[in-house]
């Protein structure tokens, strides 16, 4: 140890010079390891407030549904609304695929732009009746073979403005119709 002492005290400047050195290296790996934090932080945040956009759908005896949902944990902002058939885009409401003179719970035709908090929802069709009365299981007969061919796409985006898409096939409608049961 005396060696070392004696050697540091005759190269003064040498020791101050490697000592500067090394305190240069040591702030430059600390400040890429804090923008290397921030940006690991910015992602973490991104996904925090990222929206999760489910498609739901109800087929029950006295109730058909097809709603819209925000499952994430940020604001979803939805673009458009796509409705397919065989993947070919026939639509952008799906209101104005089913068959007329109906009278709807609720519908929507026009959602662009609207945003969904987290855990909100939206039924872009609904229509529920009487399974005692024959007219209500004509009408959901109609509108099971009208959604049945169908698939529905959300586009929407972050409040980052990252943008994602939800996509679902309304087949699950049909599924009474090919087993030729009683509407």
């Not at 498609?55 to 604001?75: C, H, M, Q």
């Not at 068959?99 to 662009?112: A, C, D, E, R, Y």
């Not at 945003?115 to 229509?127: M, N, P, V, Y």
Request: glycine residues 10%.
């Amino acid at each position: 140890m005396g060696d070392f002492i004696k050697w540091v005290d005759l190269n003064k400047d040498t020791v101050t010079g490697l000592t500067a050195i090394l305190a240069i290296v040591a702030s430059t790996v600390s400040i890429f390891i804090a923008i290397l934090n921030m940006r690991w932080q910015r992602i973490h945040y991104r996904k925090t407030l990222m929206p999760i956009g489910s498609i739901s759908i109800g087929d029950y005896e006295d109730k058909i549904f097809v709603r819209l949902r925000n499952d994430g944990a940020g604001p979803m902002i939805v673009d458009e609304i796509e409705v397919l058939r065989h993947g070919e885009r026939v639509g952008t409401a799906l209101i104005d695929l089913m068959p007329g003179g109906l009278t709807w719970t609720t519908f929507v035709k026009n959602i662009s732009g609207r945003a969904f908090a987290s855990g909100k929802e939206i039924d872009l069709i609904a229509i529920s009746g009487d399974t005692e009365d024959p007219e209500f299981l004509e009408t959901r007969r109609g509108v099971r073979e009208a959604l049945s061919g169908l698939s529905i796409r959300a586009n929407y985006r972050s409040a980052y403005g990252d943008k994602q898409h939800c996509q679902r096939s309304l087949d699950w409608f049909g599924r009474h119709l090919k087993k030729h049961e009683s509407p």
